[in-house]
């Protein structure tokens, strides 16, 4: 091997003349020439702060320990609507259980006797008189009686109302 | 299974959890509501649940026909006809059909043709007239292209047979329910806290006003008018008037209130009748479901108002006698749909007379309108023409007050005051109490309750609208 090059006589045969494919994809500059640019639309005035940036969610997150949950969809207020209505209904109901406590032993001294009627009578008056013991049958007795008192009151010179039977 | 009675309650609140559960199933929801309803309907006679389930399957078959005829030729006005026949055939059987074969029995002997007419004990079944009108209105309202026909046979049953307006209405139209029951109801706090102040309001009208005055003045006068005086008989007569105002205003308050629980609206019933100034006013303001059937589905096809006075005048009259019959089958039923027919003649010929001018003071329109409506609560309420004549013969009669009581004149004087509160009252407390914690509106509605409770007599009687 040497510094010179091969001289020209010598034939190159037999090894080949062709080039073989390069495994490589072709170099830039061998492509023939796409479609043009698009048009710029490049703002000279605009300001790189300007531009929405992610945000760091622990950033975000500030003085507050979790982030705040976000605001209720439609579903979510009738759902809560629900619920305070069931809760309102509840309330009344263990209300009227305790002060009109009577009222279930009533009905039931109404009915003709069954194995309900009876049941719903012994709970009653069990639940009637344990709750009398506190006292809760006040506000509906005196209720009751200044009603009775109102009802037998009779105008000047009018007959006083028959004992009642 | 009346409203005010505890086994509703317990009834009412089954359904509302229940139902509320299958919030995200409207279709069960709605088969739930629909077996709820035949089970409260039950209560009073199990075998006319049948009649309610072949009314709807009825109506909605001539829907389904009227909406198919009209896709292929148009023609639906005889199937209309077949609807609206069969729905009044089923209402004429039940409700009439002793009534006219007793009339048609007087009449023959009258001629000296007395026959054994083949007189029934019929039942009369609870709320018919309510529900059959339903079922005309929706056949006639799928004809005229106001309501599309329901998607399935279930929206149309349980449009007949939602409990709340069941028995005694209001009557609800296709057009106001079908399009709720397409989608799962909402309950807001502004519809919760309405219906519930309605249903203490309700209850209060109907078990202290009505009860107190119906057993304690109204029914001892009218049972034997001549054991009393001047006083007693006009206390009973204005005592009447506030009654069946409470009675059957309450049982509309209260089922708009259970409706409004279960996330369904229903269309207003009343609107402080006795401040109406003339007859037209007063059918505005009483029974608005009925005034406005009555004119959307007799009075306008009779030809309305679009003929001239003179037969405006006579379709006017027409459909009051026929809204006279529709409460009950009785000549004083009549009588009394004349009197307003008559009334209302009056007031069109006058205001033919004297155009829109105001002729007469409002507080004498008042007074005399509510007179007249009084009048007829006479023959509303008496069962025969002789006892209405006693009772106006007893206005003559001068004695000493013995049923009158402070406590019912006090009531008589607030039945009649409330009349007088700003019209949307009610809704005026519910915007106010909406935004209050549970527990307090829990606690002042359980109060109001408990003062109701404590104050109503023993027992309470049926809503005098249920006969109709």
């Known amino acids: 091997m040497n510094d010179h090059r091969d001289p020209p006589e010598i034939p190159l045969e037999p090894f080949p003349v062709h080039p073989q494919e390069s495994p490589f994809p072709p170099l830039y500059e061998s492509l023939p020439p796409g479609p043009a640019d698009p048009h710029s639309d490049w703002n000279q005035n605009a300001d790189a702060h300007d531009l929405p940036t992610r945000e760091n969610r622990l950033a975000a997150l500030g003085r507050f320990a979790f982030p705040p ?10 759902a809560r609507d629900r619920r305070w209505t069931s809760r309102t209904i509840v309330v009344v109901t263990a209300f009227l259980l305790v002060f009109n406590a009577v009222s279930p032993l009533n009905w039931s001294r109404q009915q003709a006797p069954s194995w309900l009627q009876g049941t719903v009578q012994q709970m009653s008056e069990v639940w009637v008189g344990q709750l009398a013991v506190f006292g809760v049958d006040i506000p509906r007795q005196g209720a009751r009686e200044v009603w009775m008192a109102l009802r037998e009151a009779r105008f000047v010179g009018q007959e006083p109302a028959p004992p009642a039977p | 299974m009346l409203f005010p009675t505890l086994a509703f309650g317990v009834f009412f609140l089954f359904v509302y959890f229940t139902a509320w559960s299958l919030d995200r199933e409207n279709g069960r929801r709605k088969l739930f509501l629909l077996l709820a309803s035949w089970f409260f309907y039950a209560q009073w006679d199990w075998r006319f649940v049948a009649l309610l389930i072949f009314s709807a399957v009825l109506n909605w078959g001539v829907g389904a026909l009227i909406a198919r005829a009209r896709e292929q030729d148009g023609k639906t006005a005889w199937l209309v006809g077949l609807g609206g026949a069969a729905n009044l055939l089923i209402l004429g059987f039940f409700k009439y059909y002793g009534f006219f074969i007793e009339q048609a029995g007087d009449l023959l002997m009258r001629f000296g043709w007395e026959r054994d007419l083949p007189l029934l004990q019929i039942v009369l079944p609870v709320g018919i007239s309510f529900f ?6 929706y056949v006639v309202d799928v004809h005229r292209g106001k309501t599309p026909p329901a998607k399935s046979l279930l929206d149309v049953m349980l449009l007949m047979s939602f409990f709340p307006h ?10 106001d329910l079908l399009p709720q029951f397409d989608r799962a109801p909402r309950l807001t706090r502004a519809m919760a806290t309405h219906g519930l102040l309605l249903i203490v309001w309700g209850l209060f009208k109907k078990t202290v006003i009505a009860s107190e005055l119906s057993v304690n003045l109204v029914d001892p006068v009218f049972f ?17 008037a506030v009654q069946i105002y409470c009675d059957f205003s309450a049982y509309s308050d209260m089922a708009i209130g259970i409706a409004a629980l279960l996330g369904y609206s229903f269309p207003r019933n009343f609107d402080q009748p006795y401040r109406a100034s003339s007859m037209q006013s007063f059918w505005r303001r009483w029974h608005i479901s009925l005034s406005s059937w009555l004119r959307d589905y007799l009075y306008v096809p009779l030809g309305g108002g679009r003929k001239g006075l003179a037969a405006s005048c006579i379709n006017v009259f027409i459909t009051m006698v026929l809204g006279g019959l529709w409460h009950g089958a ?9 009197l307003h027919g008559g009334v209302q003649v009056i007031e069109r010929l006058g205001r033919a007379v004297f155009g829109d001018r105001k002729v007469i003071p409002t507080v004498i329109g008042v007074l005399v309108t509510f007179h007249i409506v009084c009048l007829g609560w006479i023959l509303f309420r008496a069962e ?10 007893g206005l003559g009669r001068i004695g000493p007050v013995t049923a009158l009581t402070p406590l019912l004149l006090t009531l008589i004087v607030g039945g009649l005051a ?3 509160l700003p019209s949307r009252a009610i809704e005026g407390v519910a915007e106010r109490l909406k935004a209050a914690p549970s527990i307090t509106l829990g606690l002042l509605i359980g109060a109001a309750f408990l003062l109701i409770e404590a104050v109503r007599p023993d027992g309470v009687a049926p809503f005098i609208y249920f006969q109709f």
Do not use: C, K, N
Not at chain 2, 132 to 137: A, E, L, V
Not at chain 2, 166 to 175: D, H, K, M
Not at chain 2, 224 to 240: E, L, N, Q, R, T
Not at chain 2, 384 to 393: C, I, N, R, V
């Open chain 1, 69 to 78: 949950a976000p605001p209720l969809d439609d579903e979510g207020i009738a």
């Open chain 2, 132 to 137: 059959t009108f339903q079922g005309i209105s």
């Open chain 2, 166 to 175: 069941l028995v005694a209405g209001p009557i609800v139209r296709a057009s």
């Open chain 2, 224 to 240: 034997d008018p001549s054991a009393y005086g001047a006083f007693d008989i006009a206390a009973a007569v204005y005592g009447y």
């Open chain 2, 330 to 338: 009785a000549w004083t039923f009549l009588a009394w749909g004349a």
């Open chain 2, 384 to 393: 025969t023409f002789e006892l209405a004549m006693a009772m106006l013969q």
């Open chain 2, 418 to 420: 409330m009349h007088w």
